[in-house]
């Protein structure tokens, strides 16, 4: 066989276990969430969603320390239980 050939039967094999790879990472990407928590105590600094559970503050953003039981970020459901120090203070349905 020509060197042309081997590459281009290697380059066509390489392509095809890349197809394969993408479609079995697209199947396996769950579905989007139907309902949110609100899981409080596991925000970092900075990184809130919304207004603080005590009123200190109205905005996203604006926690100041990591982990206050005051701050709080939206998680799938069923997830806040499964982060250490997390509380759900509330449940939305997603959009």
């Known amino acids: 066989m020509s060197r042309n050939k081997t590459f281009t039967s290697t380059l066509a094999g390489v392509l095809a ?9 697209a199947a396996a990407v769950p579905d989007a969430p139907k309902m949110w928590e609100k899981c409080a ?34 998680v799938p459901e069923g997830t806040c239980a499964k982060i250490a120090g997390g509380e759900v203070v509330a449940t939305r349905p997603a959009k």
């Open 17 to 25: 276990l890349g197809a394969g790879a993408f479609a079995t990472q």
């Open 41 to 74: 105590g596991i925000a970092k600094k900075g990184m809130n969603d919304c207004g603080s559970l005590d009123g200190k503050h109205g905005c996203a953003g604006q926690a100041a320390m990591d982990n206050d039981k005051n701050e709080w970020v939206y």
